[in-house]
């Protein structure tokens, strides 16, 4: 079946560092890759996605590439803010299919 | 403001209340979806329609009672839950039928239930 590990978090930075969450997936074929972001007391939405390998997905300085040969869909950013703070999740879908299959979840922390 | 809207926002009962969560989308969308959002676990999909059709039922307990009367509006109704029923309920909408793989699903806020 499909599934979606991500790392465990919190992640604790400070403002400007960098940032990395990892994400790997299982799936056959090749499946579209998302990833939302749920800022407290909120719903998720969508950050940035990728439809097929080597694509990159881009947004508010955050991106991630398709990477099929180690089936990874990593999330980076350069220079995070405060604002940044909220729990990232990592899902797929599968060829054909809408439904998502999400990971776990990603608490990132940003100090001043 | 997602264009999916949820209420109410947050609802306790008994386990022998019987209650409804409303999730409405203002973006024209064909696809609907609940999901549950449990503490230290995935997201859950519990149910998805595709043109006011019932296309996926990922082995809910029939406590949960789904209904889709027009492709802006989706229920969930409730009875007799547990306790272990308590999560956030997520509705979520997206633009093409069940095999668009790569479209987006906008959520709305949540139902935050507790059961007692």
């Known amino acids: 079946g499909n599934s979606v590990t991500q790392m465990e978090g919190p992640v604790t930075l400070s403002e400007e560092a960098f940032l990395t969450i990892n994400c790997t997936y299982t799936?056959?074929?090749?499946?579209?890759l998302f990833w939302y972001v749920q800022y407290p007391g909120e719903g998720l939405q969508l950050l940035l996605k990728a439809t097929k390998a080597d694509d990159k997905g881009s947004n508010k300085g955050f991106e991630a590439t398709y990477r099929k040969e180690t089936t990874s869909f990593h999330l980076e950013k350069g220079s995070v803010q405060v604002s940044d703070s909220a729990v990232y999740f990592c899902a797929l879908s599968p060829p054909g299919y809408s439904t998502l299959t999400f990971g776990k979840g990603t608490m990132l922390l940003v100090s001043p | 403001e997602t264009g999916v809207t949820q209420t109410p926002r947050h609802l306790v009962m008994g386990m022998t209340n019987k209650k409804s969560l409303k999730c409405e989308q203002h973006l024209g969308h064909n696809a609907m979806y609940w999901y549950k959002q449990s503490a230290k676990k995935p997201l859950e999909l519990m149910f998805v329609y595709s043109l006011e059709e019932r296309v996926e039922n990922n082995s809910v307990p029939s406590r949960f009672s789904p209904e889709c009367p027009n492709s802006s509006h989706l229920f969930l109704h409730l009875h007799t839950l547990q306790p272990e029923d308590s999560a956030l309920y997520l509705c979520?909408?997206?633009?093409?039928?069940?095999?668009?793989?790569?479209?987006?699903?906008?959520f709305g806020p949540g139902t935050r239930l507790t059961v007692l």
């Open positions: 799936a056959t074929g090749y499946p579209s």
């Open positions: 979520a909408s997206s633009q093409g039928g069940l095999a668009e793989s790569t479209d987006t699903q906008y």
